[in-house]
């Protein structure tokens, strides 16, 4: 697997814009040691990631340490300290909490040691890190856009659903802005009958969805923030007679989001129109060629952000390449 995917995430050049945090930490020209610190491996996403990184580390020749914290900040934070006591060279973490992370950035500064924070950046605070994220509610305006073109040409009044992640979580909030600033430009053929919290929990999202439906049997527009639900999504939509694909008498034009393996099948089988992806290769190219740039003693913007993209049925084969979920689809059926 990840021989597949180490042509795309050295393709992928990447200029950091100068401007913002700053670190003193010397440059080294070789056996430079990386912290991975990760909060869990509970999505493709996060697992995929980890190995990207490690591909691309050992292309470098640096050394790479990890850790994993349960989602636990406090263990996470002491993790980070014993890191910085083995004098690594930089950390990318993935935070549990946002503003708990916050020590993690005072420790690392005190050392000098640069600190990126990978796809779910810090709270807002005055210490010297960099936050790679992806750029949500662009994302997936792309992703219902796509979507509301393909219902506007076939004509017609949909029902739409749109389903909502852990508001706590700012990619959540991002996500549903997003989507919503599309559809409220559509009122004309599109009418939101349901808005579903899911919590980015399965049985809050098979029981909204399940409701939704039963409510309004009529639904046939259909927006999810995360593949991580589209088994649930699956099969609520079997239950209620409405899982057919595209083309098909009763299919629900549906948008997905994340771009993993899930997302990937669905589009390629036919029953997913659109998806939005995180672009999981360009983000780790970020990562590492603002470590080099720190190291070399050049400024880096505190926030780098990925455009990502939006794929749909007729784009898949042209561009699934570039849709990390496409490599781990292929890696669990080669």
Known sequence: MLKRREFLVSAMSVIAVASGASFARPAMAEGRTIALMFDAFDSDFWITSNSIMKAKAEK?????????????????????????????????MIPTDSNAAIPAIRAANEAGIPIVFFN???????????????????????????LVDLVRAKGGKYKAAVMIGDLGDNNAVQRRDGAMDILDKNTDIIEVVARIATEWNADKAFSGLTNAIQANPDINFLVSPSDSQDAVIEQVLKSAGKWHKTGEDGHVYFAGFDGDQNGYKLLADGYMDVNGVQNLFFEVDLAYKAFEDIWAGKEVDKLLIDPGFAISQDQLEAQREEMWGYHVWKEKNP
């Open 60 to 92: 470098a020749g640096w050394t790479i340490l990890e850790n994993i914290s349960n989602r636990d900040q406090n263990r996470q934070n002491d993790q980070v300290k014993a890191m910085i006591e083995r004098k690594v060279d930089g950390i990318v």
């Open 120 to 146: 779910r950046p810090p709270a807002e605070n005055d210490g010297k890190y960099i936050a790679i994220q992806a750029d949500n509610r662009a994302i997936m305006q792309l992703t219902v856009q796509k």
